[in-house]
């Protein structure tokens, strides 16, 4: 596609449920990244995959937090059980290669867990 | 801990103005230095990028000045435009590394 594309765009769950994020990354990409961006801080590093498998989860908080890469291209992100402090904006990147070139953000998916 | 500390928080910049955003950073590893834009419900977009080996890089109206001794950098927007209002966004990376450390953001408001 013409860019990466994130569903839902909005997404309100109750506590304790689990959700699933999609991301469509740029045809062609092999690099995927997921940060998360919360109100008033910067962008927080979660997972960063490289063609289907991560070499770095560092950045998962929990272990509520999984996320998976298929086919070398749509990648979901799974928060189970989730709480309010997981509220925030979710959002992908992805990168022709990897090595932190600059990366093209999708949209982002607004998670508000009430 | 905050690896790349951004200020000011809030910019307000009358149209035609001269809009600065600082950065400074701690990990002397970090050579690649970007600055986001981000308008609201949109992602990130890269704006303008600069590594050490140089101290300034201009595109534009945008310009990184970059201070290695100081750990610091920082961007100017000249002539600012009420279409730059927006919130951006300093990092620092390694080439080759797996992510980018963001500041906290600064958003930028240009009064016309």
């Known amino acids: 596609g013409a860019g990466v594309s994130q569903s839902p765009s909005n997404k309100v769950t109750e506590k304790g449920k689990d959700v699933e994020l999609r991301c469509d990354p740029i045809s062609g990409h092999t690099a995927l990244y997921w940060y998360r961006q919360s109100l008033g801080q910067g962008l927080e590093f979660l997972i960063y995959?490289?063609?289907?498998?991560?070499?770095?989860k560092s950045g998962l908080p929990s272990d509520r937090f999984s996320a998976e890469r298929t086919g070398g291209s749509v990648s979901t992100l799974t928060i189970q059980r989730t709480q309010q402090e997981d509220s925030a904006v979710y959002l992908c990147?992805?990168?022709?290669?990897?090595?932190?070139?600059?990366?093209?953000f999708g949209s982002g998916t607004r998670l508000t867990v009430v | 801990q905050q690896q790349v500390k951004q200020s000011p928080q809030s910019l307000i910049v009358q149209k035609g103005g001269i809009s600065i955003i600082n950065c400074a950073y701690e990990?002397?590893?970090?050579?690649?230095f970007p600055w986001y834009q981000q308008f609201p419900g949109k992602g990130p977009a890269l704006l303008i990028a600069?590594?050490?080996?140089?101290s300034e890089k201009k595109e534009g109206r945008f310009t990184i000045s970059f201070n290695k001794s100081a750990k610091q950098f920082s961007l100017h927007i000249m002539d600012s435009q009420p279409g730059d209002s927006a919130t951006y966004f300093c990092a620092a990376s390694m080439i080759p590394g797996n992510q980018f450390y963001f500041g906290t953001g600064t958003s930028l408001t240009v009064i016309p």
């Open positions: 600069i590594r050490p080996d140089v």
């Open positions: 995959f490289q063609g289907n498998s991560a070499p770095d």
């Open positions: 990990n002397t590893a970090f050579d690649y």
């Open positions: 990147a992805s990168s022709l290669i990897s090595g932190n070139y600059g990366y093209t």
